[in-house]
């Protein structure tokens, strides 16, 4: 890329950055009137114009008061491997019509991002309503070919890594988050993307091999019903031995071991009248996954009775492992009444501590499964519980309480001139102009309000009484003095220009920032009932202008 600067030739480089993770995520994935407006610019010749949009969203999902922001990763690789093949030339000669001129696909051919500049908040960072959560600066032909790839990477990542974020914050901080929902996720890409941004929002691991690959996700998964069924007796484990974990010596007959201990259980005195004869065909499936997985046993104890089969079968094949020095991890329940089954195996398993002096044993971890949400794992607290992690899929990764986060791409500003978006409906109205946004911070050290301010006007600074406008209610107003003030919006994309660049951080940056974010929220706006609104403001100056240019731009009346 060349450009003259004082006469003289100038190189550029741009940013060498991995394409997107999904493949079909090219210039291809974008709706048909993009291309029709491309066209229509460039047969106007106005294809070259410098035109601003802002990428943001109108209100939080969930009933809740607050988003994350994800997502911006995969955009900032797609605009920067952004190019047509002569493939996707090819199709789209078929597919526009045919009075589109052969000078168009010529200048297809010829354009890439170099000409375009992103700003953008940093991914993970907690973000409300009307502030741009990117903007993007260019000729207005090729920003428009962004516009719906950037929508779609940005709606579904932040509105799971929020879903994710609620979930996090009803368990709470102590409990482990499992996502198990790739086989009800919408499609592959659905499920590769869920695992990544329920990440970003808190979950600690999933049961996805594919993003544990991709993303460097822990994995966490036992076995299904499917394998306990697959057993009818124990008579169907051929090689019973198992070493010892420290390689001293051979237990040759570890199911012998582990009917042992099931006879001991049986005849406890804490625990005699819990239950009778277990079922073996679960016995065996359990003591064969322990042959083969015998470090951090976990096993599924609800296939036919959980208190009086499950449970006692699991603690048998558990105790078996224990002699051999191998530890269990626990159990996962599946089905039933959670709150109960999860406080009746836990004394299950005090009992075994107490009766056998098995140090720890009653501390066993308990996971839960089974259609969880948001409002299961509330009423969970509220029955008071014995779980220690949750597997969390359909209701998470579907985002089933919402469908979209509802994300749009305004134009506000071509050729140094700024553009608005009118609407009966107020929320509907864009806020004009090339923008900068702050985040104002009280003495507490929570935010208190995010502050639009026009590109020119000076920054808020520390200590110094701000004007706040709501930038359409006209008596919504508050003077602010901050104590910390923090620009939100950095380059991440600087095209060919000399622009500082932001690097992308991993992925784990990504969700220490999102956590770290949460927790420096007011409690108060991150409730699940009744949250507090945070405040989006406009600084006087600009409040000004954007009613300057909507009575500017709004037709006038004629009364007859």
Not at 37 to 56: N, T
């Amino acid at each position: 890329m060349e450009s003259k600067v004082n006469g003289q030739t100038k190189q550029h480089s741009l940013p060498v950055i991995d394409g997107p993770t999904n493949p079909i995520v090219t210039p291809l994935l974008t709706d048909l009137y993009q291309f029709t407006m491309a066209y229509a610019y460039w047969k106007a010749g106005k294809h070259q114009e410098r035109a601003v949009f802002d990428l943001y969203f109108r209100k939080n999902p969930f009933g809740g008061e607050y988003t994350v922001f994800a997502g911006l990763e995969e955009c900032i690789k797609f605009i920067a491997n952004f190019k047509f093949t002569e493939d996707e030339i090819n199709f789209l000669r078929q597919t526009l019509s045919a009075s589109c001129e052969d000078g168009f696909y010529d200048y297809l051919q010829g354009i890439d991002c170099s000409d375009v500049e992103v700003y953008a908040i940093p991914e993970g960072t907690v973000v409300f309503p009307k502030i741009p959560l990117l903007r993007v600066e260019g000729p207005i032909a090729v920003v428009q070919l962004l516009e719906t790839p950037c929508v779609n990477l940005i709606n579904y990542a932040s509105l799971v890594t929020t879903n994710a974020a609620r979930h996090r914050f009803v368990a709470g901080k102590s409990k482990l988050l499992l996502e198990f929902g790739l086989r009800r996720a919408q499609g592959p890409d659905g499920g590769v993307s869920a695992s990544k941004y329920s990440y970003i929002g808190g979950f600690d691991a999933t049961s996805n091999v594919a993003a544990g690959k991709m993303f460097g996700i822990p994995l966490r998964g036992t076995h299904s019903h499917a394998f306990i069924s697959s057993y009818m007796s124990l008579d169907e484990i051929i090689d019973k031995s198992l070493r010892r974990k420290d390689g001293s010596s051979n237990c040759e007959d570890f199911v012998s071991l582990v009917q042992t201990w099931l006879r001991k259980i049986q005849w406890s005195n804490s625990l005699r009248c819990i239950f009778g004869e277990t079922n073996q065909s679960e016995l065996a499936a359990f003591t064969s996954y322990a042959l083969a997985f015998p470090e951090n046993f976990l096993a599924l104890v609800d296939t036919y009775d959980v208190m009086r089969s499950g449970i006692p079968n699991f603690c048998a094949v558990a105790l078996a492992l224990r002699d051999l020095g191998y530890k269990s991890y626990g159990i996962r329940l599946d089905s039933g009444d959670l709150a109960y089954l999860s406080c009746e195996a836990r004394k299950f398993f005090q009992s075994i501590e107490k009766e056998f002096g098995v140090p720890d044993f009653g501390k066993m971890s308990i996971t839960a499964s089974n259609d969880l949400n948001e409002e299961t794992l509330d009423a969970l607290n509220k029955q008071g519980h014995e779980v220690d992690s949750y597997g969390i899929g359909t209701y998470l990764v579907t985002c089933y309480a919402q469908a979209a986060l509802g994300v749009v791409f305004k134009l506000v500003e071509i050729n140094n001139q700024p553009r608005i978006k009118l609407s009966e409906d107020v929320s509907k109205v864009s806020i004009p102009c090339k923008k900068r946004c702050f985040r104002l911070f009280g003495k507490e050290g929570y935010p208190l309000v995010d502050i639009m301010t026009g590109e020119n006007e000076p920054s808020p600074k520390v200590g110094e009484r701000i004007l706040c406008r709501h930038p359409f209610q006209e008596s919504k107003r508050a003077y602010v003095v901050p104590q910390h003030v923090e620009e939100l919006l950095r380059c991440y994309w600087p095209g060919s220009s000399d622009k500082k660049r932001e690097t992308l951080p991993p992925l784990r940056e990504i969700r220490e920032r999102c956590i770290k974010q949460l927790e420096q929220m007011r409690p108060d706006h991150m409730r699940r009932l009744n949250p507090t609104p945070y405040k989006v403001s406009v600084s006087a100056k600009l409040y000004d202008f954007i009613h300057f240019l909507w009575l500017n731009e709004a037709p006038v009346g004629e009364l007859q």
